[in-house]
């Protein structure tokens, strides 16, 4: 399958700072990637649809200024968590659309980061 | 609207069994469905997906799962299972927008 990253795996940071994930489709190229949160044994909540190109698409209830996301590239989608607050620690994951093939519609999940805000 | 149900938290299981975690959708239109895999504090790994064709669908590390389109269901399955299968298995199916919605995980446990 396809591989996508995610750096950093893990992060600690102090209330009131910026933290920035990147989301790197490594093998293929995509036009639309997305973040998801996740807490402890629950399922993933879809926050934004990140577009190459054009802005994002957020989830209702996402505060579009707080997650910035940017996509520069058909390989790099980067989610800023502004102003973090303790609320915001959670098990952030990535995941990029496969758009060609036998693995159209695919999406593969990078290894999610851990965000944690004191 | 699309959403998939996964009626069981956690299913056990033991070595050599076979396995199956439920899932039924709700679709408008034909649907697209995906069953992932999740280890503790990792990412989802894609096992294996539904968009056309046969009904019986192979994937990764010898799942498989069956489409049915009269009971709404696409239970994956495998003859024979692993300790090394125990991990949260989520289903899913695609919006028309192209983002998945998640069912809410299966805990598959797999005892020695």
């Known amino acids: 399958g396809a591989v996508v990253s995610q750096h950093p795996s893990r992060v600690i940071c102090k209330s009131g700072t910026s933290v920035k994930i990147e989301c790197r489709s490594l093998d293929f190229q995509a036009t639309t990637m997305f973040w998801y949160r996740q807490f402890p044994k629950q399922s993933l909540m879809l926050m934004a649809t990140s577009n190459e190109g054009s802005k994002a698409t957020y989830e209702q209830g996402v505060e579009k200024d707080k997650f910035l996301i940017n996509h520069a590239s058909l390989t790099l989608s980067t989610l800023t968590v502004t102003s973090a607050h303790p609320e915001d620690s959670s098990f952030y994951i990535c995941?990029?659309?496969?758009?060609?093939?036998?693995?159209?519609?695919?999406?593969?999940f990078g290894p999610g980061t851990r965000l944690l805000v004191l | 609207a699309q959403s998939v149900a996964q009626p069981e938290d956690q299913v056990n299981v033991a070595e050599g069994n076979p396995l199956t975690v439920k899932c039924t959708y709700s679709v408008s239109g034909n649907p697209y469905l995906f069953w992932y895999v999740q280890y503790p504090n990792r990412g989802l790994q894609f096992l294996l997906k539904?968009?056309?064709?046969?009904?019986l669908v192979k994937g990764s590390y010898g799942f498989e799962a069956e489409f049915n389109k009269s009971q709404t269901s696409f239970h994956l399955k495998k003859p024979s299972a692993l300790v090394s299968d125990s991990a949260l298995y989520f289903c899913?199916?695609?919006?028309?927008?192209?983002?998945?919605?998640f069912g809410q995980g299966t805990e598959l446990s797999v005892k020695p």
């Open positions: 539904y968009i056309t064709g046969d009904n």
């Open positions: 995941s990029a659309r496969h758009e060609g093939g036998a693995e159209v519609e695919t999406q593969y």
């Open positions: 899913a199916v695609r919006h028309p927008g192209g983002k998945l919605i």
